[in-house]
Every structure is written in structure tokens, then in C-alpha cells.
């Protein structure tokens, strides 16, 4: 067993050398050890945090770390054996997690813990991990008798199959489908990179002309900037598709994966006594009942919505008179929104495009870090899953190591579409030791041709800045206790602040020149052309606004109210859209079957928290355009008050702290070019 990567935890993670036969025993084995510290823990006297704390959590966490490369694996570089592998050994990791929520001398140890005289004198990290502790295993269902008991482990288990299931169909729909074009006209305004790619992409099957996927640097492509309005609705219908009735495979048909998901999360909230779904998940968020979020969502709607309906009758007017479209179909959207921004700002996504090379934007963001924390980033060397991914290292300014970074940035086949971070192995802190952490940064960009580097939309650059903000959450925290290291017991509508916060500096002048140079001429980005882009960064915010809390509040009506006797997911879908939305998609359209957020990731009754972030990071960066030349002064007190902090404290006291205040809308409305509305002291705490 100790050839087996998967067991090895003295350094960087064996990625090379991980084969899926080696999931099965690696799996057994650290679930062997994790329930023998389990059967130590319960009857370990006194329960200390050293004797009960440490041992329990050392055991648990190689299990973590063991199953997160299996899962990581099976998310960027996926083949039929490694899936088999993970989906053999999800159940069993899935029952120990659940057991260990609901085992009630754990429960008791930690309650003896939190009841001892010497609980006051822990520090505030140890006092909230034992909190956190302790109303997990309520939630986990430790306190439930019998048949709900073990009911509630059989539904914890049919989910995490379930979920799993959800993730893979929609990856499995994404790279099955394809359309082969021999005539390049076809191809007219797509960018040279592009075209290349997908001749790049026929020629590796043996065939002449041109593959297009629905991978995102094509699709994307496609429905921004081909002039072939039948290409465009071929696209937009195939992914629009993806894993529904409608699509091409009915196996990979997500429609009853989500009944029955939704079913069987209303049961497990019923069973621990919530009124919904939505009221089980908010207990581990600062807002505190659905009704607050819905309020939130629809307060924020209110101001939006007529500024979205603005948008579209813009929109619909300059493609009558300029594009020739009397009607504006769903796949001519963002075809002409980007003529409309061409002819109103004088310049397009794919000119700016060429002016952020990949390794000039990583030096900026870089560079960023550096101003803002004193923290460097180097090229570091280690295994990794494919050819393409990157190394890191940050080192403070003694050149002490903070932690490492994957990068892993092209889209390819067998890799989940979108963007995320996620971390590898956490910080901990034993007898003077620090485990410093790890964490994976994965985007879906499209790689560069023809020798060149590969090129960066303005809307990827920021996307890039808003995943190494969550990685920096992860990575500069000092707190070295389980449970409340990193964004680990962060409030789950906070864990969005420093993403989003990242992205305000794709906007500043100074950043963007210094990160800019022409793939074919060096030059950096013109000041005209960015002044351009400065006047259009609110281009369409209205409809884009409306969009996003289309989605929160799709998830809230399905997790807090929704009756399946009384109308369909989609009916649901429908009526939020006749409230919110200002683009209605063809009937057909089934996005609700692609929606990995909520039915295959960590944000079910949670999407709002993008929004409900956008409001602290606006206000987090209102404080640094307050004290300008201050940058670094300002950015070190966000560190020490935010990231730094973990989830050792509320995030609401860590906003506090650092603000002085509590957060208000004002700032993101003045961000979104949505202030001229009255101003809302909007405040969002957890009470």
C-alpha cells in the first residue's frame, strides 16, 4: 500500500502517478483508520482539544485530502475507468461522512468540550470550531431517533450518487456533441484563434475542415461573433439541450435527477425539523430566513428591472435598424449586444482581446498580490494532472512559503466546464509546525495557436482575478484550526467577498496597462481604448443584473415553497422569469438541467450569495478608492481583519472590523451604474 499515491501525504499530491485502480484500496484503507480514530474519540477522557480535537481531525482530514484529488481528478481530467472508480467508492465515503454527523458520542464529547472551565481560556478559532462542531451535528442529524435516523443517512447517500450523476451527464452532453463545417464561410467573423482551433480540432479526428464544440471558448465564440445567424441557433439549441429529453442521449437526461434531488433534500429538511430546504441551508449563512433573501433579491430587482427593460428596447431597436433583425431571437443576444457595443464604444471583445496575453495578465495579478498582501508569487515545480497546468509558490517577504497554487487554465475534453477554486490540502498548525495550504485554480480558456500565447477576453481576465481571490482566502489565512483554516466555516454568502472584490482591479488604469502587450506588436492597451471599455463597463449591467437574481430566486421558490403536486420545475422557472427577467428564452430552452450550481455543487438555496457578496466586496473596494495612494495600508488591514481571519469569526464582525460599519448597497449600485435609484441603507448581517 505504500506504492499507492493516493496514501502518500508528505508533500505535494502524486497527480502523475494516480491511476484509478488505485482508488478502491487507497479508499478502504483511510476509511479503516478514520473509523478507528472515530472508535478512539468517543471514549477518549478527557476530551481535550489535543487528546480529542487533533487525533480525530488528523485521521478525517487524510481521508479529505485522499478523496479530494479522486474528485478533482474526476472533475479535470476524466475517462471512463477513473469515473467507475469514483462513483464504486462515492457511496462508502458518503456513508462515513454521514455516520460521523449523526454519531452522537462525538456529540457528547463535544459538548463535555464546550462545558469544561477551560473552554473559556481557548483562543477564539478553538471556541468557534467547537460551535461549529456542535451545530453541525445537529444539522447532521445526530439528535434524531430510529428509523429517521437512519432514513436521514439513506438520503444523504441517494443525494451525493445523485449529484454526481448531474456533474457527469452534463460533462458527457458537453463533449459529445459537435458539428463538423467544411465551408469556412460558415466560419465568417469568428477570430483567427478560434478558426484554428477547431481546424486544430478536425484535424486530430482525421478529418478536413472545421469541429466546433460546445466547449466555451467556441460556443461563446459562436453566439458573440459569427455572422451566420443559422450557425448561431444551431449552437445556442445544442447547448441549451444539454442533458434534457430534448437532447441527443435521453440516458443523460437530468430532468428526473432533479425531482428526485429536490424530493429528497425537502425530506432531509423535514427531518431535522426545517419548514424547507432553504431553511436548513441558511442555518450555516448570515442571512438568516428565506424570507430575508427573497426581500434581498427582489428589493435589488426592483431597482434593476428598468434598467434591464432600458437595455432590451436598446437592444431590440439597434437590431432592426442596423442588424436587419426584426425579431431578436435568443441566439442573437449577445451577437447583437457585441455589434451594439462595437458601434456605441468604437471597439469589440475580441480587439481587446488581443492586447491581454496569458503570461502579462498572470504577472499582473501577481504583481497585485504582491502590492496588496507583500506576498510573492513564483514558479514552483511539482506533479501535475496534465501538461498544461502551472505550479506556484507564495513566499512572504522573509521568503517563508505561504502555500502553493495549481493553475490549470485551457479548456479541453474530459474537463467540467467553468471556472473554480478549490483547495487541496488546508493549513494546520501542530506543535509549532505549519502544514501550509494547497489550493487548484481551474478556468476553461481557449489555448493559443501557431506558437502564439494564448489570449484573454476582458471578461476572462476578470474571471482569473476573481478565482485567485478565492485562492488567496484559502492561502493567506493564520488560523491553523481544523474546521475554521482558510474559507473553512465561512459563511457560505460571504465565501463570494474577496472573488469578487479581485475584479474591481481589472478596471484600474495603471493595472490594466501594466498587464497589457499586444500578442503581435508588444504594445500596451491604448489609454483611448481602455477609456472606451471604462465607458461601456456598465454596457447592458441592467439585463446582466436581472439574470443573476433570475437564477437566486429560481433556486429559493425551488427550495422554500415549492410544491411538485402543484406545478413543474419549469412552471417555476417560468413564473420567476415573468417576474424578473427581461429575456425570455424559447420554451424549449431547458437551462434548469445544466444548473450545476445548485443541483451538483455547493450552492443549492445559496446562489444569491453572489449578489449578497457583490454588496460587501463593492463596499470592501469603496474603502480603497477613499484613500487613494493608501492601496497597501488599506489592502494589509484587509488581510489582517478578512483573510487572514478564516472562518475563526463571523464574517459579519470581519466586515465590521474592517469597514468599520455595517455593509450598505450604496457602493454596488454606484458600481453598476444603477445609483441615480435612491439610495437603500440596505444592511445585511446575520442579526
Known amino acids: ?107 457528547a464529547q463535544y459538548r463535555r468540550l464546550a462545558d469544561a472551565p477551560e473552554f473559556a481560556g481557548y483562543s477564539q478559532a478553538r471556541r468557534r470550531a467547537v460551535e461549529n462542531a456542535l451545530r453541525d451535528f445537529r444539522l447532521g442529524g445526530a439528535e434524531l431517533e430510529g428509523a429517521e435516523r437512519e432514513r436521514y443517512a439513506q438520503v444523504r447517500e ?30 465568417s467573423g469568428l477570430p483567427a484563434d478560434v478558426v484554428a482551433a477547431c481546424r486544430a480540432a478536425a484535424r486530430r479526428e482525421g478529418r478536413e ?40 442521449d435521453p440516458a443523460l437526461d437530468n430532468g428526473p435527477l432533479i425531482d428526485r434531488i429536490l424530493a429528497l433534500r425537502a425530506e432531509l429538511a423535514a427531518l431535522l425539523g426545517f419548514p424547507s430546504y432553504a431553511a436548513y441551508s441558511l442555518a450555516t449563512k448570515m442571512a438568516q430566513t428565506p424570507e430575508q433573501v427573497l426581500d434581498f433579491l427582489r428589493d435589488l430587482a426592483a431597482r434593476a428591472r428598468p434598467h434591464a427593460r432600458r437595455d432590451r428596447a436598446e437592444l431590440e431597436a439597434f437590431a432592426r435598424g442596423q442588424l436587419g433583425l426584426d425579431t431578436l431571437e435568443a441566439w442573437d443576444l449577445a451577437y447583437a449586444s457585441e455589434k451594439l457595443r462595437q458601434a456605441r464604444y468604437s471597439f469589440s471583445a475580441q480587439e481587446v482581446k488581443q492586447y491581454f496575453t496569458e503570461p502579462d495578465v498572470l504577472a499582473g495579478l501577481f504583481g497585485l498580490v504582491h502590492d496588496l498582501y507583500g506576498i510573492t508569487v513564483e514558479p514552483d515545480a511539482g506533479p501535475v494532472w496534465h501538461a498544461d497546468v502551472r505550479l506556484y509558490r507564495l513566499v512572504d517577504a522573509d521568503g517563508g512559503l505561504v502555500g502553493q497554487l495549481y493553475l490549470d487554465p485551457y479548456a479541453r475534453e474530459g474537463k467540467r466546464g467553468g471556472a473554480w477554486m478549490d483547495d487541496c490540502r488546508n493549513r494546520r498548525d501542530r506543535d509549532g509546525r505549519v502544514q501550509t495550504p494547497v489550493v487548484h485554480l481551474v478556468c476553461n480558456f481557449g489555448k493559443g495557436v501557431d506558437g502564439k500565447p494564448a489570449t484573454l477576453t476582458h471578461d476572462e481576465v476578470t474571471t482569473l482575478f476573481h478565482e485567485m481571490g478565492h485562492g488567496l482566502h484559502q492561502l493567506l489565512t493564520e488560523v491553523g484550526e481544523p474546521g475554521v483554516a482558510g474559507i473553512d466555516g465561512v459563511e ?48 447592458q449591467s441592467g439585463m446582466f443584473t436581472v439574470r443573476q437574481l433570475e437564477f437566486g430566486l429560481f433556486d429559493m421558490a425551488l427550495h422554500h415553497g415549492y410544491d411538485p403536486g402543484r406545478e413543474t420545475v419549469q412552471q417555476v422557472l417560468d413564473r420567476v422569469r415573468a417576474e424578473v427577467a427581461v429575456n425570455l428564452p424559447p420554451e424549449w430552452n431547458r ?8 443541483f451538483a455543487g455547493g450552492y443549492a438555496a445559496g446562489y444569491y450569495s453572489y449578489k449578497w457578496a457583490e454588496v460587501l466586496s463593492a463596499d470592501v473596494y469603496a474603502a480603497f478608492e477613499e484613500a487613494p495612494g493608501q492601496e497597501r495600508e488599506v489592502g494589509r488591514r484587509f488581510l489582517r481583519e478578512v483573510l487572514a481571519r478564516g472562518g475563526s469569526r463571523p464574517a459579519a464582525e470581519n466586515f465590521l472590523a474592517f469597514r468599520g460599519r455595517a455593509p450598505s448597497i450604496d457602493a454596488l449600485l454606484r458600481h453598476t451604474g444603477m445609483a441615480e435609484d435612491p439610495g437603500h441603507d440596505a444592511v445585511l448581517t446575520s442579526g
Open 1 to 107: 500500500m505504500t506504492s499507492n499515491p493516493l496514501l502518500d501525504f508528505s508533500g505535494l499530491p502524486r497527480f502523475d502517478a494516480i491511476r484509478p485502480e488505485h482508488v478502491a484500496p487507497a479508499v478502504g484503507a483511510l476509511l479503516e483508520q478514520a473509523e478507528a480514530a472515530v472508535r478512539a474519540a468517543e471514549t477518549v477522557e478527557p476530551p481535550t482539544w489535543d487528546s480529542f480535537v487533533v487525533p480525530l481531525d488528523e485521521a478525517t482530514s487524510r481521508l479529505s485530502r485522499a478523496w479530494g484529488q479522486v474528485a478533482h481528478l474526476e472533475a479535470v481530467a476524466s475517462t471512463p475507468e477513473l469515473r467507475e472508480a469514483y462513483n464504486a467508492a462515492l457511496p462508502k465515503v458518503t456513508r462515513f461522512w454521514t455516520a460521523l454527523g449523526q454519531n452522537r458520542a462525538l456529540f
Open 158 to 187: 441517494e443525494l451525493s450518487a445523485l449529484s454526481a450523476k448531474f456533474s457527469q451527464n452534463v460533462l458527457d452532453a458537453t463533449d459529445r456533441w459537435a458539428l463538423y463545417v467544411e465551408d469556412e464561410a460558415r466560419l
Open 209 to 248: 475542415g472545421w469541429k466546433l464544440g460546445l466547449q466555451m471558448p467556441v460556443y461563446l465564440a459562436v453566439q458573440q461573433l459569427a455572422d451566420d445567424r443559422e450557425l448561431r441557433a444551431t449552437l445556442y439549441r445544442a447547448f441549451v439541450v444539454r442533458a434534457s429529453g430534448l437532447g441527443d
Open 492 to 539: 457560505w454568502d460571504a465565501v463570494e467577498l474577496p472573488s469578487q472584490f479581485m475584479e474591481n482591479f481589472c478596471w484600474e488604469w495603471e493595472r490594466v496597462r501594466a498587464m497589457s502587450r499586444h500578442v503581435d506588436t508588444g504594445e500596451p492597451l491604448p489609454r483611448a481604448l481602455f477609456d472606451r471599455m471604462l465607458a461601456a463597463k456598465n454596457f
Open 591 to 598: 437551462f434548469q438541467h445544466q444548473f450545476s450550481h445548485i
